[in-house]
């Protein structure tokens, strides 16, 4: 406002003060020149009859009257030649007065002095008769003499000074005035309007509550009241907005607590539910193999083989629904370590080789040196439902499990040819009880937990899953795991299950008596010698040589632990199936045995498979390890 207030004002300032002085100055200078002409044509007439007759005494007299006037400084008279006839006064002039052309003037060197010069001419008379003369008056008559003057310009000096000083002071009031009218300006307009734009900028930045107080000027009141209205409706607004969000998320969080808490208690169900089963399931699969082996008609052995597909299908369900509810309610913590992969990978194989044999699938892995860091138990579980899913839905060809690399990566990948899964279905495999291929819900295809489980475990181990898949052509499933140090070797590759009698000296440990024995006379049908404890006064009954294999229920693992610790501190590396629920933390008196976990209902083939693959494992030590042991 200033700005705009004061450059107009100094530039008209400006104009206006040249514009007065120069018509002043001028006025001054044709003033002094205007009056100094004046005055030697005065003197001319007055002194052309002294020059003509030489009076010099008269001249004199003329030339001392004209120099008392104002201003006047010198008064020189010349005759034709140039010789002075009266003067009065020093003349500053130095130039020859013949020299000089009449009515020149000039203001010297040092502009203090204005100089004056006039030819003195002859008269003439007209003698010509108006009757018979034609033509012009001729012009004067020749030079007789010249006068020169010599007026002083103080006067128009000071004149010119006031004037500067009077347009200085009047240029500097006009300022004054304009930069008062600014500065009010500034108050009145600019003032309220920087403070609407801070107020602005606060509402901008969501501080609702700011308002614009009233200027004294009253310039901007309307739009000061119009901004006040608008922040006040706006923080109204905000402030309903916020009271409905905050009821809806009240509302909300209480919806999801009652819905956290329902998946909570339906979690705890299907845990204890799936608990509660497992016995009695599991009394029901050694019933079933123990059947099996003693049908002895077609009828008895198609009744054996309808309740084993049973009890198989509703083993897996409660695995799955146990494993799922476990997972919820967040009971199942990872334990993270270095996995050897190819040993990890064989197991699975072994598990599944049988069903895939029965199909008339290839089944096959590719060795590795590769290590990996995860949870081997939970690890074990999602490349086994993987390696299920694709023998399940495998009519012909094969299933291939191998690692491939991806820089500090490594990806767990299987492959298959079967029946693949449509892109719109790829992202629905991965939900409960969801099966593509199993509309009619055949318990022979799955019971759609396997996929769901290996999504969960992928989340809670950070293992993401991948999935490539053409229709009719196979799928492969991937799982991205952190790359640990190779090892040189990988003891136990590549040993298939030993077929045929297990022949082996097994130690037993269950609370459960008719499960016990049940389980006993299956393994004695294997070839195996077993040894039953399943009370702490039946420690006289334990061995005193270690056993080739330990089997010990999970709510019996306290009678298990004094003689796990014994061969431990015997410098032996027990091998320890646990079956049942799995433990999320194993108790450290483990630490230094070779643990297997094995999900109850037990599967005899599973169980075998498993056996074989321990026992292989024992016969891989040195001798000296085992009679050291």
């Known amino acids: 406002m200033i700005f705009v ?16 002085l120069l018509v002043r100055y001028a006025d001054a200078e044709r003033g002094l020149i205007d009056r ?54 020093t003349l500053s002039l130095s130039l020859d007065p013949q020299q000089l052309a009449d009515g020149w003037s000039d203001n010297g060197k040092d502009g203090e002095i204005q100089t004056f010069h006039a030819k003195i001419r002859r008269p003439t008379l007209s003698m010509n008769d108006p009757l018979t003369w034609v033509g012009n008056t001729p012009p004067g ?33 006009t300022l004054t005035l304009a930069v008062l009218l600014a500065l009010r300006l500034s108050g009145d307009v600019s003032a309220p309007i920087l403070a609407l734009q801070r107020v602005v900028t606060s509402i901008r930045r969501g501080h609702l509550e700011s308002r614009a107080a009233h200027h004294p000027a009253r310039t901007l009141r309307g739009l000061e009241d119009g901004i006040n209205e608008m922040a006040a409706a706006l923080q109204a607004g905000r402030d309903l907005l916020e009271s409905r969000i905050a009821k809806a998320t009240a509302e909300l969080q209480q919806k999801k607590d009652e819905a956290e808490q329902a998946s909570i208690a339906k979690s705890r169900f299907l845990a204890a539910t799936s608990h509660d089963l497992r016995q009695p399931l599991h009394a029901l699969a050694l019933f079933s193999t123990n059947l099996a082996d003693k049908a ?54 072994a598990t ?19 290590l990996v860091l995860s949870d081997p138990r939970l690890l074990f579980r999602m490349v086994s439902n993987l390696v299920a899913n694709a023998v399940r839905y495998t009519e012909r060809g094969g299933i291939l499990v191998g690692v491939r690399r991806a820089a500090d990566k490594v990806r767990i990948e299987v492959w298959d040819t079967g029946i693949g ?45 991948s999935l490539r898949s053409i229709p009719n052509s196979g799928s492969v499933f991937g799982i991205a795991l952190p790359r640990c140090a190779t090892v040189s070797a990988v003891p136990g590759a590549n040993r298939p299950a030993a ?131």
């Open 5 to 20: 207030a004061v450059v107009p004002a100094t530039f008209i300032a400006v104009i206006l003060a040249a514009n007065f």
């Open 36 to 89: 100094g002409h004046s005055l030697i044509k005065l003197l001319i007439p007055a002194a052309e009859y002294g020059v003509f007759s030489g009076n010099r005494e008269e001249l004199h007299q003329l030339a001392a009257a004209l120099a008392r006037t104002p201003d006047m400084k010198a008064v020189a008279i010349y005759n034709h030649g140039g010789t002075p006839l009266a003067q009065v006064g």
């Open 141 to 173: 008559g020749e030079s007789i003499g010249s006068i020169t003057l010599e007026l002083s310009r103080a006067d128009v000096l000071a004149r010119k000074r006031e004037m500067m000083v009077a347009t200085l002071i009047a240029t500097l009031a």
């Open 296 to 349: 002895d008609t077609p009828s008895l052995r198609r009744l054996s083989g309808q309740i084993n597909a049973a009890v198989g299908s509703l083993g897996e369900l409660l695995d799955g629904l146990l494993d799922i509810s476990r997972i919820d309610l967040g009971a199942t913590q990872p334990d993270l370590q270095p996995v050897i992969l190819d040993e990890l990978l064989e197991r699975v194989v």
């Open 352 to 370: 599944h080789s049988s069903s895939a044999e029965t199909k008339g699938l290839r089944l096959r892995r590719r060795p590795t040196r590769l």
């Open 421 to 465: 899964i449509a892109t719109e279905q790829q992202t629905l495999v991965f939900r409960e009880f969801f099966q593509a291929a199993n509309p009619e819900r055949d318990p022979g295809k799955g019971l759609g937990l396997g996929l769901s489980l290996v999504e969960r475990l992928a989340q809670l181990l950070d293992h993401p899953v």
């Open 499 to 629: 077929p045929g009698s297990l022949n082996a000296r097994l130690l037993f440990f269950g609370e459960d008596q008719e499960s016990g024995n049940n389980l006993c006379r299956l393994l004695a049908t294997w070839g195996c010698q077993v040894t039953l404890v399943q009370a702490a006064t039946d420690a006289a009954r334990l061995p005193a040589t270690p056993p080739d294999l330990m089997l010990c229920e999970n709510n019996a693992l306290h009678l298990a632990l004094p003689f796990v610790r014994h061969l431990i501190a015997s410098g032996s590396h027990p091998a320890l199936i646990l079956i049942g629920e799995s433990v999320v933390k194993e108790p450290p008196e483990l630490d230094g045995a070779h643990v297997v976990h094995l999900s109850a209902p037990v599967q005899p083939a599973k169980l075998r498979a498993l056996m074989h693959h321990l026992l292989d494992e024992e016969m891989q030590i040195p001798a000296e390890a085992r009679s050291a042991a």
